[in-house]
């Protein structure tokens, strides 16, 4: 089992910014993409940014050269560094992380979320 906390979000005007942070615990052999989604109301989850264990990073074309995401492997942790931010990116933010809970990994997969940290962006 592992589990994912989330950090860092709260109520900032638009302009500002944020930092969100993700903790994984638990059972972990390896973590392989961990990542950054968003659910605004009435709409779905959708994609924000991802990172590999090896530093490859993907990113919604809504938030390229405002966010950044970046992860402390010693730590498992990932963060996002939300700069300009937007009324838009209003929204609930959600870790994700996959990986391996153990050896063999390829039979102990395991993709995890966490419980969600609020963003409001005021205008």
């Known amino acids: 089992q592992v589990q994912l906390v989330e950090s860092g979000g709260g109520l900032v005007q638009a302009g500002g910014s944020l930092r969100l942070s993700c903790s994984a615990s638990g059972t972990i052999f390896s973590i392989n993409a961990m990542g950054w989604y968003r659910q605004a109301p009435g709409k779905q989850r959708e994609l924000v940014a991802t990172?590999?264990?090896?530093?490859?990073?993907n990113y919604a074309d809504s938030v390229k050269g405002r966010f950044t995401i970046s992860r402390d492997n010693t730590k498992n942790t990932v963060y996002l560094q939300m700069n300009s931010l937007k009324p838009e990116d209003t929204a609930v933010y959600y870790c994700?992380?996959?990986?391996?809970?153990?050896?063999?990994?390829?039979?102990?997969?395991?993709?995890?979320w966490g419980q969600g940290t609020q963003v409001t962006v005021s205008s």
């Open positions: 990172i590999t264990s090896s530093g490859s990073t």
């Open positions: 994700n992380a996959e990986g391996a809970s153990r050896m063999p990994a390829w039979a102990n997969q395991f993709r995890s």
